[in-house]
């Protein structure tokens, strides 16, 4: 079966760093995606990685490697702002999205 | 100008009955979903349609029928609700098939369906 593990829950003090680990198992490779749900609202795009390697977008990072089956988003100078969910989803064979569940991080003042 | 727009966005009905849900983008995206986020939080794919032609369709029961009257527009009509159809149902877009792979999908508010 196609599964993405992510953490439930995360949390992290204001001004520091967190890493957002996901693995996946999936039939066949096109891409992973990180995006962003805040309590109630819609997801929104952070990231987009198909080689490995990091991609740098800010404060937010996201790291692939596919021989491991195992990405993380990296988000620096943490903001209450950011307290939120980040779903992890990872393009199938069929070029269908699979979600994982999602991490929700809490920032602490 | 909102991108993605659905609505309703809360829907409180009774088991059996048969609701519809609308979708809408001013993106220009050729493609559009249902999704749908249980309280696991979850998503899940319903339907995807490419310029109004069906190209995903999930294992959702046939109770699930959407339309699509143009590319801008992708509707769910949802007949015989049951307790389980409580969920949050969300529609986005992107620009082109999922075949290309890096394509961003722009998710609508979301629509909070609750089944009593």
């Known amino acids: 079966g196609q599964n993405i593990d992510q953490p439930t829950e995360m949390t992290a003090t204001e001004g520091a760093i967190v890493q957002i680990n996901c693995t996946y198992q999936t039939s066949g490779f096109n891409g992973l995606f990180w995006y962003q749900q805040h309590a109630g609202e819609a997801p929104t795009f952070l990231s987009y990685?198909?080689l490995d390697g990091l991609e740098e977008k800010g404060r937010f990072s996201s790291f692939l490697s596919r021989s491991k089956g195992y990405s993380y988003l990296l988000l620096k100078e943490l903001q209450m702002k950011d307290s939120a969910s980040y779903l992890c989803?990872?393009?199938?064979?069929?070029?269908?999205?699979?979600w994982g569940a999602g991490t929700k991080l809490i920032i602490k003042p | 100008d909102t991108a993605v727009s659905q609505t309703p966005k809360y829907l409180v009905t009774q088991m059996g009955n048969d609701k519809s849900i609308k979708c809408e983008q001013n993106l220009g995206h050729d493609t559009m979903y249902w999704y749908k986020q249980d309280s696991k939080k979850f998503l899940k794919i319903m339907f995807s349609?490419?310029?109004?032609?069906?190209?995903i369709n999930e294992t959702v029961p046939n109770r699930f029928s959407p339309k699509s009257p143009d590319k801008a527009h992708l509707n769910l009509h949802i007949n015989s609700l049951e307790l389980g159809d409580s969920a949050v149902y969300f529609c986005?877009?992107?620009?082109?098939?999922?075949?290309?792979?890096?394509?961003?999908?722009?998710f609508g508010p979301g629509t909070r369906l609750l089944v009593l």
């Open positions: 989803a990872v393009g199938d064979s069929n070029y269908q999205l699979i």
């Open positions: 986005a877009s992107s620009q082109d098939l999922p075949e290309w792979a890096q394509e961003t999908q722009y």
């Open positions: 990685n198909v």
């Open positions: 349609y490419n310029n109004k032609e069906l190209i």
